[in-house]
């Protein structure tokens, strides 16, 4: 099965950022008959291409309107159709149209060659009876198991015991705890993060809060997913501290430092906007001023363990239109490729 797009369509969405050599690529595939990512891999001038095989996804969030109001099947074709290798859930129903269970979840997944890679649950809950890591951990650990997971985490920050050292300290232990849990079944337990991740201890004005996480926990037990975006929105709001100190991180150099800590990553854009609170406005990707050519090949040149360890989900909050996003962000990471001599 081919896992390069087949839409005629996508020659005509690349991104604003897209080389013309790659433009014309996909047009003359489109009168071929061929995905424009296909094209791009018949250009032996363009170099290898950047997305390292199989490893493209996407976080289901994104087509949550979709979900419940298809189901899970056509959408599914429809990711298939664009070249999707993998999937992350965000719930097991999403209010899907019409009941389904895990194995038949699982099973559709598979009849589509999407492979589900991962799945977001709360954090914790005031309700003793609600589905989270705090509440229901064996539950979330069993469902994790019986979809086939290789990851399992949360998009919820360590706040649970507020936004001091010692709050975040004890959210580590509660995290270790859950990647020990993971462990035992052959998964690992990760992060999500938001903007707000990267602000600044309220006790301790001067230490960074995602300092602490990746200090306190324990490196053979959570892993983290950075959203991208939301990074490189941290770095716009928390780059000084609160007395005006600058104090400038960048997102990269986080993963560079460690990147087996980082299995999976959200590919979200941004255009840069200086007024915006986050620095920048979400948009499609491939549409926006992050660099995926540079983080992707930086990443993957760095880990010890090859080009197939990581996995890339695409995602966009509120897409104006589910399908379209999910067409032009595969067509957009599908044609980025390294030069030959790295440049």
């Known amino acids: ?18 080389v013309l050599g790659v433009a014309a690529g996909a047009t003359a595939a489109a009168l071929l008959g061929m995905g424009p990512a296909a094209a791009a891999g018949t250009d032996r001038g363009k170099g290898r291409p950047v997305l390292p095989p199989g490893r ?43 009941p389904i269970t895990l194995a038949q979840l699982r099973r559709l997944a598979k009849d589509h060659g999407l492979n589900p890679i991962g799945s977001h649950v709360n954090y914790y809950s005031s309700d003793p009876k609600a589905y989270s ?22 998009a919820s920050g360590p ?45 301790k004005p ?8 990746l200090a306190e926990t324990d490196p053979g037990l959570v892993y983290l997913e950075m959203d991208i975006y939301w990074a490189y929105a941290g770095q716009f709001r928390f780059g000084r501290r609160a007395d005006g100190t600058p104090a400038p991180f960048d997102p990269l150099k986080y993963v560079l430092d460690q990147p087996e800590r980082y ?57 104006a239109e589910s399908f379209a996003f999910a067409r032009k962000s595969s067509e957009h990471l599908h044609s980025l490729r390294e030069g030959r001599c790295g440049d």
Do not use: C
């Open 263 to 319: 299995p999976l990553f959200h590919v979200k854009d941004g255009i840069k906007d200086n007024t915006a609170r986050d620095g920048y406005r979400m948009t499609d990707v491939g549409d926006g001023d992050i660099d995926y050519k540079k983080f992707l090949s930086a990443v993957t040149r760095h880990s010890r363990r090859g080009r197939t360890y990581h996995h890339w989900q695409a995602e966009h909050d509120n897409p």
């Open 133 to 154: 890591f705090a509440t229901s951990l064996t539950q979330v650990m069993d469902d994790a198991q019986a979809l086939g997971l290789k990851h399992i985490g949360t």
């Open 1 to 18: 099965m081919s896992r390069t797009p087949h839409d005629p369509e996508l020659a005509h969405r690349l991104s604003r950022r897209n």
């Open 206 to 213: 001067g230490v960074r809060l995602y300092d602490v996480l």
């Open 159 to 203: 706040f649970r015991y507020g936004s001091t050292v010692d709050g975040w300290k004890r959210a580590a232990e509660d995290f270790n705890t859950y990647g020990a849990a993971a462990r035992e079944r052959g998964m690992k337990f990760y992060q999500h993060n938001h903007a707000e991740e990267f602000s600044f201890a309220t006790d």
């Open 56 to 98: 493209l996804g996407i976080q289901l969030y994104s087509l949550r309107d979709k979900v419940s109001t298809l189901g899970f099947a056509p959408v599914f074709a429809e990711l298939e159709k664009y070249g999707y290798d993998e999937i992350e859930l965000a719930g097991y129903t999403q209010g899907s149209a019409g």
